[in-house]
């Protein structure tokens, strides 16, 4: 049996896998989408959200893809170590197709979390824009108090470590289901 056609625009991923980004596509395709959210979406910054902290952060992304190959960077966020034990999140982004989908965010919180904690993190903290604050709080996370970050209003804030469990190997992440699409894909057979 061959699948001679199919409507790849109807097809559906299932899952998303949330991981440390450990090649150069990976990190091309992060890169990408915090261009396309912090750069051209919100106008934060004028040709680059790239700063001081890339060069020594860990990048962590959620891919999709077919048949357990990734083929794109759907969210994506950045930890470094700030100081020993305390390490820092940002660049926080999903892309817009999949900001309604339910417990992305949160899956990328919590692999930042937890693979701090992995490298000997006793303190994680984030600037968090402040329509994202309520989702951080009820992830456990204090509010330590505003500030302006590239002019930008955020939530200092900081996360309860003991809501996140050590993940020893975040190259190797989680998978993330996805609601299903109720669409069928037309699919002709020859047999």
Request: charged share 20%; with cysteine.
């Amino acid at each position: 049996m061959f699948i001679t056609e199919m409507n790849v625009e109807e097809f559906a991923h299932s899952e998303c896998h949330i991981k440390l980004a450990v090649d150069d596509w990976a990190l091309r395709e992060a890169q990408k989408l915090r261009n396309d959210v912090f750069v051209v979406e919100q106008g934060i910054f004028q040709t680059s959200d790239h700063d001081v902290f890339d060069s020594s952060a860990y990048t962590l992304v959620a891919t999709i893809g077919l048949l357990g190959i990734p083929d794109a960077v759907v969210g994506t966020v950045r930890i470094h170590e700030q100081a020993p034990g305390v390490w820092v999140g940002s660049r926080l982004a999903v892309d817009q197709a999949y900001r309604s989908v339910k417990g992305l965010g949160k899956a990328l919180i919590a692999i930042a979390v937890s693979s701090a904690r992995a490298q000997g993190c006793t303190a994680f903290y984030a600037n968090v824009q402040l329509p994202n604050v309520g989702l951080f709080q009820r992830l456990g996370w204090q509010a330590l108090g505003e500030a302006s970050v590239h002019g930008v209003q955020h939530m200092f804030m900081q996360a309860n470590l003991d809501m996140y469990p050590v993940e020893h190997d975040p190259g190797r992440g989680f998978i993330h289901l996805l609601k299903q699409s109720s669409s069928k894909v037309p699919i002709e057979r020859r047999v």
